[in-house]
């Protein structure tokens, strides 16, 4: 008798052992650490002995900070380019390459359009960096041999330009959001996979190519496209990377984003409770902007 | 379709095609020359092959390159082990608490990564890890995990049951069908997780920039950035560290491609 009940309750037991591993890892690299950003958020704290509670103090501090409500606009434009970025080009390349009927030739072109994922991020953000420099840049001797000097200047040196010339990126992909193709890999496969009897069925009504994607290729592709734009604004709110190499947030504070801002404040200036709050607050808005572009999504389920 | 459509569409994809490859093209051919050849004309070829380039820019990239190499295995197999033990159990069990504790995984791919860059920092340090191979491993392999979990629970649901009430018939532990069974079914998706996580862990910037110092721990992300050049050799130097970085990925590109691009898109057909 005592041995069957041993038994069972190994039984019951044994499922949650399997999620150990994992657990440990989430529980001490994420959720502690999540909780103590949340806790630290009331905090003046610089990270070693300065540790003074102060209540809402930061909240109320970032809502009035110039710096971070610009940065808030700064990455909102971020959003915009990489959201009309992903259900643009990446969907005409895969139109495109999907009306070439050789299929040796779309398995070398879907392969060319692949191959940027592999190479690193940091790479291509310093190759960029060279093509928009100064004097001799790249682009700018471009435009300097097509008779378009008056357009030639420091790409990432001049306000005006620096943000739109970092989200110029990876042209024609920009922004690198959907540079490497992973949204083109998607749509291409999901264009494959279209049932044949769909394209002739509509070809016996007279659909001429636009008559198709619209009414057939479109809808096929929903969940896709949808799924990319959810990630499109997930990644673009999150941009540290290649304004952090190429311009600081510079010049002056016209390519500040919050991740950098958040970066500087607690690395830079050490007021690590104030960048809590930032964390938080951005989280917070994350969140939103996640559930309200999930229930747009849904109400266009229902649409067609 | 008409002939002009036919043909509209193929010069625009070529047009696409050289876009995108043009700056790659610059990038390799400017990486055998010297500075002056460079400004002169970046889109041709120097007099010769610069091969100095490459030692030189090797000196300042192996060691990161092989520190990359040793963080990326490791995350890719913790992440691995951790995300195959854990769906194995939420397929192969009901128990309480299981949704709870999937969504409890699977709420980490809504959280930004920065949120908790400060509290993850500090964490690092508190524990002792700061500036450590482990300090690089763990935390991006913690950040994996959820998309791991989320992709590789989602092919282990599509193995037939029979398959285990036959395990189950013969009284074989579940050492051994996840060994014998679960494992060898879920290769295709196991190397997509490998890919993903891989491809995330080299290159991988902020992280390595926030917790790691020096160059027994400097990751390849971070040590591209901080390539110094003699103002002579030029970007030429540069760009052949590029290209030596790169080198790793392109091959397991150029080998795993047919796998790479299958486990991308399998997702995406089950819509």
Known sequence: ?304 | MGIFAKITGRVLLALLLVLTLAPFLLLVLNSFKTHNEIVMNPWMPGTELRIVNYVKAFSQVARPMLNSLNVTVCVVLVTVAASVLASYSFVRYEFALSGFLYYGIIAMLMIPGFVMLIPQFIQIKNIGLYNTMWGLILPPAAYSVAMGTFLTRGSMESLSKSLFEAADMEGAPDITILTRIVLPLSKPIISTVTIMTGLNAWNNYLWPLVSSTGAKTQQIAVALTKMVVSVVDGNGVLFAGYIIASLPLVIMFCLASKSFVAGLTQGSVKG
Do not use: C
């Open chain 1, 1 to 304: 008798m005592a041995g069957k009940k041993r038994k069972s309750l190994f039984l019951i037991v044994k499922p949650y052992l399997f999620l150990i591993p994992i657990y440990l890892l989430l529980v001490i690299f994420k959720y502690i650490p999540f909780g103590m950003a949340v806790q630290k958020s009331f905090f003046n704290w610089n990270g070693g002995n300065m540790n003074i509670f102060i209540g809402f103090q930061n909240y109320l501090e970032a809502f009035s900070d110039k710096i971070f409500l610009e940065s808030l606009l700064t990455v909102f434009k971020v959003l915009i380019v990489y959201v009309l970025i992903v259900v643009t080009v990446p969907l005409l390349t895969a139109e495109l390459l999907f009306a070439v009927k050789s299929a040796k030739i779309q398995y070398v072109v879907r392969t060319a359009f692949t191959f940027p994922m592999v190479v690193p991020g940091v790479v291509i953000i310093l190759l960029w960096k060279w093509i928009l420099a100064g004097d001799t840049g790249v682009l700018n001797s471009i435009l300097n041999s097509v008779g378009l000097s008056n357009l030639v200047r420091p790409w990432l040196g001049n306000s005006q330009t620096a943000l739109w010339s970092i989200l110029a990126i990876g042209f024609p992909w920009l922004g690198m959001a959907s540079l490497g193709g992973m949204q083109f890999l998607i749509y291409f496969g999901a264009l494959q996979s279209i049932p044949k009897d769909l394209f002739e069925a509509g070809q016996l009504d007279g659909a001429n190519i636009v008559k198709r994607f619209i009414h057939i290729d479109l809808p096929m592709l929903a969940t896709q496209i949808k799924l990319m734009v959810t990630l499109a604004i997930i990644s673009s709110l999150q941009i540290f990377d290649s304004i952090y190499i190429l311009t600081r947030g510079g010049p002056g504070t016209s390519t500040m984003v919050p991740a950098v801002y958040l970066y500087e404040q607690g690395f830079t200036y050490k007021r690590m409770g104030y960048s809590s709050a930032l964390g938080i607050l951005l989280f917070i808005i994350i969140m939103i902007l996640t559930v309200l572009n999930n229930k747009f999504l849904k109400s266009t389920d229902t649409m067609d």
